[in-house]
């Protein structure tokens, strides 16, 4: 695998992950996967109106990446809601901007972006165990369809 991808940063994860129009039957229902980095590409351009730089610079990424990540966005949506799909927002090459760990003997800290991406924990700083956890984004509402994005970071989504 070699280094990690170019992790994005992102600072909101929505708390309804899936939408479905109404009257279409199950059997029939098309999803289109929306990944992370792209619902915070939506929220940034299109719900804070940031001009590309700053959207860009708030994700840490280069403004041509930003650029690609909101066109499939877009195109994404647009499918959807012209077509009839549902869309499911999950998974991508996302760090939160600060997430929080506990270890087992319930010790909480705080672990941002940049230490993340280049180094993300391993042991408790308090008292060294490597049992250790993220607590978000996997909190209530989110990832309860259990269907194992283990411990150790969203990175194999
Ligand atoms: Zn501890």
């Not at 992950?17 to 929220?43: D, M, W």
């Not at 940031?50 to 195109?75: K, P, Y």
């Not at 994404?76 to 927002?89: C, E, N, P, W």
Request: net charge positive; proline share 7%.
């Amino acid at each position: 695998m070699g280094r990690q991808p170019l992790w994005r940063r992102v600072d909101f994860i929505p708390q309804i992950t899936y939408f479905k129009p109404t009257g279409v039957p199950l059997a029939n229902l098309q999803e289109i996967r929306l990944s992370v980095e792209e619902a915070e590409a939506i929220r940034l351009k299109g719900l804070e109106g940031l001009e590309q730089e700053e959207c860009a610079q708030r994700m840490n990424i280069s403004r041509t990446t930003f650029s690609r990540v909101l066109g499939s966005a877009r195109q994404k949506m647009a499918d959807a809601l012209l077509s009839g799909k549902a869309i499911r927002i999950e998974g991508g090459n996302f760090e939160m901007a600060v997430r929080r760990f506990r270890c087992n003997n319930g010790h909480e800290w705080d672990v941002p972006f940049e230490t993340m991406i280049n180094s993300p924990p391993r042991f408790c700083p308090t008292c060294n165990t490597p049992g250790i956890m993220a607590l978000w984004p996997w909190g209530p509402g989110w990832g309860r369809d259990g269907r194992g994005r283990g411990h150790g970071g969203g990175r194999r989504w």
